[in-house]
């Protein structure tokens, strides 16, 4: 089997012989010549100027596999070859790092400050339950409730609205609000009586 080469015309492979004319390739005499536009080649290509310089270090390294070879065109063009898959490679790895940083949406409960559509729907059936209960009170009840709650009126403004004292006013609400209670407290408690 014979000897692969570079070609500088293209990034193919292709068995040559070994010139023994050519002298040794020197991988340090490349980096030397080739270190400063490799490294603003580098640059234009990776995030960062410290991801330039290890994916420079990690050519370096790769290079030196070819020292002393003599069936070598191009060593610059070899080593641009290799820092171009070197950072070929760590944009894979760094892309897949960033995927698998990722977190499933589905995996994880969302906050919101929109009720869920079973708070919507328990409001609502709570809100059926209070009407029922402020229909069943008596007339008078229900309406001393109604002006403090819908109305927003005071005590004494009710007393003098419906011709009562301030205290009937105090009981009729003390009442109703132990009846709407007792109804939503018991619709909570019997989840059959939702329906």
């Known amino acids: 089997?014979?000897?692969?080469?570079?070609?500088?015309?293209?990034?193919?492979f292709a068995p040559e012989a070994v010139d023994e004319t050519r002298p040794p390739l020197s991988v340090d005499a490349v980096i030397r010549e080739n270190h400063g536009a490799l490294l603003n080649f580098l640059r234009r290509r990776m995030r960062t100027p410290e991801d330039a310089h290890d994916v420079a270090q990690e050519a370096y390294v790769?290079?030196?596999?070819y020292e002393g070879?003599?069936?070598?065109h191009s060593p610059s063009s070899l080593l641009f070859r290799i820092a171009t898959n070197v950072a070929n490679d760590f944009a894979r790895a760094d892309q897949s790092r960033r995927v698998q940083d990722q977190c499933n949406i589905d995996d994880h409960e969302l906050a919101s400050r929109e009720p869920s559509a079973e708070q919507h729907i328990a409001?609502?059936?709570?809100?059926?339950?209070?009407?029922?209960?402020?229909?069943?009170?008596?007339?008078?009840?229900?309406?001393?409730?109604?002006?403090?709650?819908?109305?927003?009126?005071?005590?004494p403004e009710i007393a003098k609205h419906c011709g009562i004292s301030v205290k009937m006013v105090e009981k009729h609400i003390s009442h109703a609000l132990a009846v709407c209670m007792k109804k939503v407290g018991e619709n909570d408690r019997h989840p059959s009586l939702r329906k």
């Open 1 to 12: 089997m014979g000897t692969f080469t570079l070609l500088a015309s293209s990034t193919a």
């Open 62 to 65: 790769r290079m030196m596999q």
């Open 69 to 72: 070879a003599r069936n070598i």
């Open 123 to 155: 409001g609502a059936e709570d809100l059926a339950t209070l009407l029922v209960a402020i229909r069943q009170l008596p007339q008078k009840c229900q309406q001393v409730f109604l002006l403090s709650r819908v109305k927003h009126m005071t005590y």
